[in-house]
């Protein structure tokens, strides 16, 4: 099996992204780190871009998976659009140059404020999850004297076959309308003054390996979609969400064109732009959370290599038990030891990995690979750990994108009784 890290190699028995050695990022900007390789991010877009030529087709990136502004940025100039869940998340996209006419407005849960921000700015699509998100989202628009372009994220009830907590195309699952009521919810919003129907959307789940259940889902949406034809209702575009896997262990992975492939078949000669909105196979290999080896640590059962990054910064193994290589900053020989990589956070969950093969010692580096995507967007500051800042790579420029956090603005919004 090759390595499999576009953007990261080995070049003289040290890890590189791009032209820099991780060692020289934590010489500058210390550790736990993120870096990211603007290389990376720019061949995965690019294979999607290759993937959807010859069709109108939006690749609107999914905000959560990485939400740093050079990260946002660099999409925008790659010409993307992007797949929002928050008002804070439209924010970034218009503060890092994105065009707000690219934007789709996902979300279960959208509040008055945030839907009256996406109309301001002028966003593409707010895509309704609820009759009563369509009634709101008319109330606002009439309020603001606008008309708010709409869709209806219709849930295909497809399993997605991945991980229960990050499924979400399933009858039980929170989100979207329900398939069986969709039409009628487009008959519905055709009546209303505030509202222009413009597309239809979905999203079955996250880290899917095949793209069976994503062409079940463009099949389910595309009957949908011919039934509103044939109603009268045209639609400008059809959202098939995000969700292609990315390769963390030694899953085999569809490549993007076969997954797109299925879809790209069912929709030719139709004139509806397709949108998709990936996240993870976008930026999830384009990152490394970079940390230091701060003890090595032997237990009664078990050995314990003690990093200094932490639940905190990278909460995917605890949360979902995710599997991240990781790799030595330096090629180290020797057979090394078998490990818990874990980090400095009281919770018996605080491991980065489990069972790994190290040769390491205490002030070795080591990089913790697939965390460009839900990493440092789902960090937290439990055990009052200040964020890592994130260093974006170009070439052999590294660019610090953000800072890290300090302990004194952990707590300066707090007070105490007088
Ligand atoms: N579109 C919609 C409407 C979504 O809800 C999501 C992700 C995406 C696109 C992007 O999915 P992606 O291409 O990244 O799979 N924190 C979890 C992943 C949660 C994904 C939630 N929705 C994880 O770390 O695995």
Redesign the pocket.
């Known amino acids: 099996m090759g390595f499999s890290y576009p953007g990261f190699t080995y070049r003289n028995d040290r890890l590189h992204v791009e032209g820099l050695a991780l060692e020289d990022i934590a010489a500058r900007h210390g550790t736990p780190c993120y870096v990211y390789s603007r290389e990376a991010i720019e061949s995965a877009y690019r294979e999607y871009e290759r993937a959807l030529a010859g069709r109108p087709a939006l690749i609107a990136y ?1 905000v ?2 990485n939400s740093n502004l050079a990260v946002l940025n660099v999409m925008s100039r790659l010409g993307a659009g992007f ?1 929002i869940v928050s008002g804070g998340e439209l924010s970034r996209v218009l503060a890092a140059g994105g065009d707000p006419r690219k934007v789709v407005f ?1 979300g279960v849960g959208k509040t008055e404020d945030e839907i009256a921000a996406a109309l301001e700015a002028g966003i593409l699509s707010i895509n309704l999850e609820s009759p009563e998100e369509l009634e709101r989202v008319d109330g606002v628009a009439g309020r603001l004297g606008k008309v708010a372009p709409i869709a209806f994220r219709v849930n295909p009830d497809v399993d997605a076959r991945t991980h229960p907590y ?1 499924s ?1 195309g399933l009858k039980k699952n929170k989100f979207g309308v329900a398939y069986a009521d969709a039409e009628r919810l487009y008959r519905d919003a055709a009546h209303r003054p505030h509202v222009r129907t413009v597309g239809v959307g979905c ?1 079955i789940g ?2 899917l390996t095949g793209a069976g259940p994503f062409v079940a889902a463009a099949e389910r949406m595309l009957a949908l979609v011919q039934r509103l034809d044939k109603a009268g209702i045209a639609l400008e575009h059809i959202d098939l ?4 896997g990315i390769r963390y262990k030694d899953e085999t992975l569809e490549p993007v064109a076969a997954f797109l492939d299925g879809a790209l078949g069912m929709l030719a000669g139709r004139k509806e732009t397709l949108i998709v ?5 976008l930026v999830g290999n384009a990152g490394v959370l970079l940390c230091r080896v701060e003890y090595v640590k032997h237990g009664e059962a078990k050995n314990f290599l003690v990093v200094d990054a932490a639940m905190n910064d990278l909460i ?1 193994p605890a949360l ?1 038990n995710a599997w991240h290589e990781i790799l030595p900053a330096r090629k180290d020989s020797g057979p090394g030891a078998v490990y818990d990589v874990v980090g400095p956070v009281c919770e018996t969950g605080d491991f980065l990995g489990h069972e790994r093969r190290l040769a390491a010692s205490a002030g070795d580096l080591l990089a913790v690979m697939s965390a460009g ?2 990493a440092m967007t ?1 960090s937290s500051n439990y055990n009052s750990r200040p964020r890592a800042p994130e260093v974006l790579v170009d070439g052999s420029e590294m660019h610090l994108v953000r800072e890290r956090e300090t302990v004194a603005e952990l707590f300066a919004k707090e007070r105490v009784l007088l």
């Open positions: 999914s959560k998976a797949d996902s990050i979400t999203h996250s880290q969400g995000g969700g292609v909105d990936p996240g993870r196979s995917r979902y995507a839900y789902m």
